[in-house]
């Protein structure tokens, strides 16, 4: 597949990926202190939700951002399907507490 933009573009745009998606691994930690937190030591269903909302959101940027920068399609069905595990053990996680 040939490629109509020339090779310094292209690279810029990679490198402004790369870049944009490693800004993006600072929250994705912070979010990952933040769930542990709510959901071992002070059990808070609202900062739960709060604190997955806020990491699904930094993970699908994440994912556009490098997609962008490969100049790739950023919509993509299996970054959706990619979020079905973790989200599948957030709720085993809360469910006891959802149903008292």
Known sequence: M???????QRRGR???GVVAASALVYPLLV????????????????AIVLWLVVA????????AAVRWGAMRRVRSP?????LAPPAIF???LVWPLLIT
């Open 2 to 8: 040939a490629h109509t933009t020339p090779e310094p």
């Open 14 to 16: 990679t490198l402004m």
């Open 31 to 46: 979010c990952a202190v933040q769930l542990l937190i709510a959901q071992l030591l002070t059990v808070d269903v609202t």
């Open 56 to 63: 699904v959101v930094c993970s699908v940027a994440l994912v």
């Open 78 to 82: 299996w970054l959706l399907v990619g």
């Open 90 to 92: 957030e709720l085993w």
